[in-house]
């Protein structure tokens, strides 16, 4: 059940940085609930973030898509 939306704006991610904490996350509490029951029946959750990086390398942009997903247990 897809339950959010985002997306990060003009991030500078510095040297031996891994991480970035800037983002907007737009969720949708319709589709919220699905979620939560699945969590509560099956003892977990599946958190699946997909998207598209654009990034700059030598002045050249560059498209990155990306997937990473999590299981998050009690």
């Known amino acids: 059940t897809k339950v959010g ?23 949708y509490y319709s589709e919220l609930g699905k979620a939560v029951v699945s969590f509560l029946l099956q003892g977990k959750v599946d958190v699946n973030v997909n998207g598209t990086m654009k990034v700059n390398v030598l002045f050249f942009p560059v498209e990155v898509k990306f997937s990473e997903t999590r299981t998050i247990k009690p």
């Open 5 to 27: 939306n985002g997306t990060v704006e003009k991030v500078d991610i510095l040297p031996k940085t891994t991480s970035c904490d800037s983002g907007l996350l737009d969720l």
